[in-house]
């Protein structure tokens, strides 16, 4: 892939044990990819930190019967397991940067296929080009549209650092960095989903009950 989307996904540098990992990461990317999601429905939700995704996401899904799969908790889970994967993940966040898209769509996938349904409203993904095209070419996943929470960065900041949920990347130099990463990759992959007539923006500042009727106009706009 090209360098412009490459550097919106590495990190700087990484060190031997982080190398193997990602390696095992990769094995385990390959197999997945040979089990694609072209058969579900899936929602892209995205939105800077702090501009409320979870919380509108949980309404969602109890009205329109989705899955809500929210690649932040995914990821947490397994930073919580202890293993070795999720030592790299906590690396990752709390540098503020983008995981190994090898990394996400495996986990993605991994809980996709392991669930009942087959309607998902993901929830932070794709966050760069590099998600978006191997979302497209290796999970086989063309999302029914996209869902843009559009929120200035002083709101998402003080909400953020109000919420204390003992996240270690939920302070302000780290914000600033997930901010920054945010506006620099997943501005392209929106302006994509744009140009197809597949994005849907809301007002992510005003209430939470003003945010889900908009939300669910775009659900009705779009057959649901």
């Given at each position: 892939?090209?360098?412009?989307?490459?550097?919106?996904?590495?990190?700087?540098?990484f060190?031997?044990?982080?190398?193997?990992?990602?390696?095992?990461?990769?094995?385990?990317?390959?197999?997945?990819?040979?089990?694609?999601?072209?058969?579900?429905?899936?929602?892209?939700?995205?939105?800077?930190?702090?501009?409320?995704?979870?919380?509108?996401?949980?309404?969602?899904?109890?009205?329109?019967?989705?899955?809500?799969?929210?690649?932040?908790?995914?990821?947490?889970?397994?930073?919580?397991?202890?293993?070795?994967?999720?030592?790299?993940?906590?690396?990752?966040?709390?540098?503020?940067?983008?995981?190994?898209?090898?990394?996400?769509?495996?986990?993605?996938?991994?809980?996709?296929?392991?669930?009942?349904?087959?309607?998902?409203?993901?929830?932070?993904?794709?966050?760069?080009?590099?998600?978006?095209?191997?979302?497209?070419?290796?999970?086989?996943?063309?999302?029914?549209?996209?869902?843009?929470?559009?929120?200035?960065k002083?709101?998402?900041?003080?909400?953020?650092?109000?919420?204390?949920?003992?996240?270690?990347?939920?302070?302000?130099?780290?914000?600033?960095?997930?901010?920054?990463?945010?506006?620099?990759?997943?501005?392209?992959?929106l302006?994509?989903?744009?140009?197809?007539?597949?994005?849907?923006?809301?007002?992510?500042?005003?209430?939470?009950?003003?945010?889900?009727?908009?939300?669910?106009?775009?659900?009705?706009?779009?057959?649901?």
């Amino acid at each position: 892939m090209a360098t412009s989307i490459a550097k919106c996904q590495r990190v700087d540098s990484f060190d031997l044990f982080s190398c193997l990992l990602l390696n095992e990461v990769i094995i385990d990317f390959q197999v997945a990819s040979e089990n694609p999601c072209s058969n579900y429905k899936v929602v892209y939700v995205l939105g800077g930190p702090g501009s409320g995704k979870d919380t509108l996401c949980a309404k969602l899904c109890a009205q329109f019967g989705f899955a809500h799969l929210s690649v932040g908790e995914l990821l947490d889970k397994e930073v919580a397991s202890g293993s070795s994967h999720g030592s790299m993940i906590k690396t990752f966040k709390n540098q503020g940067k983008l995981l190994p898209t090898e990394m996400v769509i495996n986990l993605l996938q991994k809980t996709m296929a392991e669930s009942s349904t087959t309607k998902f409203l993901i929830n932070g993904f794709p966050r760069s080009e590099e998600n978006r095209i191997a979302s497209a070419t290796i999970m086989k996943v063309e999302p029914e549209f996209v869902l843009f929470l559009e929120c200035s960065k002083e709101v998402m900041i003080a909400r953020a650092l109000s919420r204390n949920q003992g996240r270690s990347d939920d302070n302000e130099e780290t914000m600033a960095k997930r901010l920054k990463v945010f506006s620099e990759c997943t501005t392209p992959v929106l302006d994509h989903y744009s140009s197809k007539g597949k994005l849907c923006k809301i007002n992510a500042e005003k209430s939470k009950e003003e945010v889900f009727e908009e939300a669910k106009s775009c659900f009705l706009d779009f057959g649901f």
